[in-house]
């Protein structure tokens, strides 16, 4: 069975990854995958250090996981995979810039 990891991430406390979720549970549900959340709260995507990415990506780096998915502009993506599985195709993803939107 392919093993997903899904990512979730919002920058305030005051938000809620669930609608985050709720799709990308159906997403891998409607695979058959099995799937370990990991969600960053009140996390900046200008951040360096995220908690929950960084925990994901040791379940990478251990081989626990298959698949990455995380929503993008709304929509659920596969951006990383094994086991035969192509990534979402036109995703690209956009190079990181620093805080304030400096390269």
């Known amino acids: 069975m392919t093993r997903a990891a ?10 809620t990854a669930e609608n985050q979720l ?12 099995t799937a370990a959340e990991f969600v960053d709260h009140g996390v900046s995507g200008a951040k ?5 990415l960084e925990a994901l990506l040791a379940s990478v780096r251990a ?9 993008v502009n709304g929509k659920p993506k596969v951006l990383a995979c094994g086991k035969g599985i ?5 995703f690209t993803p956009r190079p990181r810039r620093a805080a304030r939107g400096r390269p």
Do not use: H
């Open 63 to 71: 081989r626990r996981v298959d698949v990455l998915v995380c929503v």
């Open 48 to 52: 360096e250090k995220r908690p929950a």
């Open 22 to 33: 709720l799709a990308l549970r159906a997403f891998t549900a409607a695979r058959g995958w």
């Open 6 to 15: 899904l990512y979730a991430r919002v920058s305030t406390t005051g938000q």
């Open 86 to 90: 192509v990534p979402t195709p036109g």
